[in-house]
């Protein structure tokens, strides 16, 4: 056994309410449906009597449980994947592909188990707004880095110092593995929460993660900017951007752009100066 995936069928209203109280006790992942979501988390950090609790006291709530072993997504990608084209300027791909000499950004990533390929909306967007943003001899936090992908295009754009933190073991293992392949060199690795960041301030900080995680460390986030600094956050729906601007702004940080694919967004927000 692996991780733990519960299925929570209940009214819309409580979806919300439910995810960031799971989120409370060791869920980290979560995908919602029209009615409903799953959420998993390590079988190390499960107890099934805490969640039998938390979701017995909600009226018109039904769930299941489910062991998993973690899927190997190098053999899944193999299977049946392509190299992803981000912009026309950035070419996304795997080792057992080759490389496109016209492309200005070449990223290799093998993702083993963790998330971040360019292929969803969300790290999609993430690049393109990285490849107008100005990185040279700027200090980038890349929180929840999966892969790495977002910390090798932040030094393929001239970052001179990047600190990348995640909670998986697999994912720390994998970005080494990436920064490896892409020839990253000046990447501090962080197993832990955003806690464990003691080097700040950021010029850039990065947060691919989803919206329960993000409302829950905007403050963080907002604190390890440097003045006139840039938030780039992703892993939510267009329905969500307003939750979270609006979370951002009591920390003092303003909305400076915004896209959207497949109902996918991303927003950046800016700390003024003083």
């Excluded at 009615?35 to 009226?59: H, M, T, V």
């Excluded at 492309?103 to 490849?131: C, R, W």
Aim: proline letters at 3%.
């Amino acid at each position: 056994m692996e991780f733990i995936t519960i299925s929570v069928k209940c009214p819309s209203s409580l979806i919300d309410v439910i995810i960031a109280e799971l989120f409370e006790n060791g869920f980290d992942s979560f995908q919602e449906f029209e009615n409903g979501f799953e959420g998993s988390c390590d079988a190390s950090s499960f107890s099934e009597e805490i969640i039998q609790e938390l979701l017995n006291k909600y009226p018109d709530v039904s769930y299941t449980i489910k062991e998993q072993e973690k899927v190997n997504w190098n053999e899944e990608w193999e299977k049946n994947y392509d190299p992803i084209l981000v912009d026309q300027k950035c070419m996304v791909r795997a080792t057992f592909h080759q490389p496109d000499p016209s492309v200005e950004y070449d990223i290799v990533v093998n993702p083993k188990m963790s998330f971040g390929t360019g292929h969803h909306a969300t790290t999609y967007q993430m690049l393109s707004y990285q490849m107008i943003l100005d990185h040279h001899n700027k200090k980038v936090l890349d929180v929840g880095c999966g892969t790495g992908i977002l910390s090798i295009m932040a030094a393929k754009r001239g970052a001179t110092e990047i600190v990348a933190t995640d909670i998986d073991d697999w994912c720390i293992e994998n970005s080494k593995e990436n920064f490896s392949l892409n020839d990253v060199r000046n990447v501090q690795l962080i197993k832990g929460q955003i806690d464990a960041v003691k080097n700040g301030p950021f010029d850039i900080v990065i947060a691919n993660i989803n919206k329960n995680v993000l409302m829950d460390q905007l403050e963080a986030y907002a604190s390890l900017l440097s003045n006139s600094g840039t938030l780039l956050l992703s892993g939510f729906y267009k329905a969500d951007v307003s939750d979270l601007i609006q979370e951002g702004n009591k920390y003092g940080l303003v909305q400076k752009h915004e896209t959207e694919k497949q109902d996918w967004a991303m927003i950046v927000l800016n700390k003024p100066k003083g």
